[in-house]
């Protein structure tokens, strides 16, 4: 708490740290590229999309968005009419989008989304299989012809579009009471914030034992990728859990021919954030600084592998504070603050119950499945917020039979979810939280291949609104007629910023002595425009 007087006024100021919005903006890219099916395709029935390991970074007045895209097209054959399915490589993708005033070292939130995903036959493409002779035929020196094979070839188009905002963390003073004048004269505003607690970064090591399968002269090169990051938020700490996703190229000892090896290596690691506490908000940004890997001198099939992440973290909490936007017949000072105001957020549990087909017998469940969240779409109607997703489970099972053989299968749940967030209106920001937070099996004694599941899966949503507004930083002591703190953005001129605040641009260079050329000024310069 602070006081500013000004003459008998007293104004009481608060310190408000807030993510301050610089820009935001949404753009579409396209991704086009050829894809060819195994046979003669009669029609494609379904593509399953999905964007992986998207980031963001930012540079001067732009964010690049770099991802993966991992599609599963399924399709009929049209010999044979079965539905089969076809999994396209992975597909990396780099997009610029404009956010005038980003700089880097700003912080950026990146929401993709597929928008279309459709094929173009193009031909058929015709190859030959490969064929072994039998030693009769040989011997005959008899060669059938080659057996003929059909493959299609198809143009691949996915459109995205990308959202991406741009904020930059603040501390600012602002004035939340006074005292010494008529109440009536006193302009508030109730702000729903996030605040910030605190932010920190922190490296982990992350060591493990590699088999490479044959031995290994030298290593190629490395990729590496942190999936299925989840949270914990304790006192003072936040506890961060994760996968380092490793792909390992190297070159073979005895033919020199390049092979690959995946490995995928849970880590914890603690972040020390002083003042975070049990269900406050947390961001997570991790990033694998080194990697690399040492061959077994000893024995070349196996090796020693060493990374390094950093994560950094911010931990906010969700406040209302009532702040001061004028106070009439006082000189103020004000800023211009730009942040996404909290509508209101909840959370509401889903059941889903399937009955599954599992591909053998089953005896018994072999531990809780692996669980993901895939295609989730949010759409804001008048007080609530519809969610739609599938609830993607890998379910492993002891297969009945004398050798217990581990068996697994996947399922794949549409659900459809309401919460209800009074004051939500269409437009608004929309942020979900899903999480599975049960899941039960029970095995048919009299069908074993059929499963009874159980989830419940519980969706927390955050609505969130773009707001820009002048609060009162500071009262002015003295007749000085009051004032808003500018901060110039990219193409700003002071005959535009006079327009904009409707007041003359021989008051803002009289207000402005320091700015000797009005021609000149720069992105992230503070100026005082006078009220009328």
Known sequence: MGKDEFLALECITDLLKVEQVVGENASQTSVVREVTLPGKVRKITEVDTTLRDVRGRVIENKVVVEGVIHKQIFYVDDESGQLKEFTVDDERFVHFVDVPGAMPGM???VHPRVEFVGHDFIREVKKYREQTLTEEELEAEFIKPPKKKVDSLFRQTVILEIFAKVTESIQLDVVVDVIGIDPNKVVTELLKVDSVIGENASQVSVHAEIDFGRPARKIKNIDTQVRDITTRVIEDKVIVEGILHKQIYFVDAEDDV???????EKFTHFVDVPGAFPGANVQVHPRVEFVDVDIDANDPTRGKQTAIIDIFVKVTETVQVEVVIDIMDAGVRKELLK???????????????????APAPAKKIAGPPETRFENLETRVIDNKVVIEGDLVKNVFFVRDGEDSEVMEFEVREHFTVFVDIPGAMPGHVV???????????EIDPNDRTRIRQTSVIEIFVKVTEHVQLEVVVSCDVGPTPSVTIYVVQPGDTLFKIAQRFNVSLQAIEKANPQITDPNVIFPGQQIFIPRR
């Open 107 to 109: 912080n950026v939130q």
């Open 431 to 441: 942020q979900v939280y899903p999480r599975v937070e049960f899941t039960d099996f």
């Open 339 to 357: 942040v996404s105001q909290v509508i209101g957020e909840g959370s509401k549990q889903h059941t889903v119950v399937a009955n599954l087909t």
């Open 258 to 264: 390049v092979h690959e090896v995946s490995v995928d």
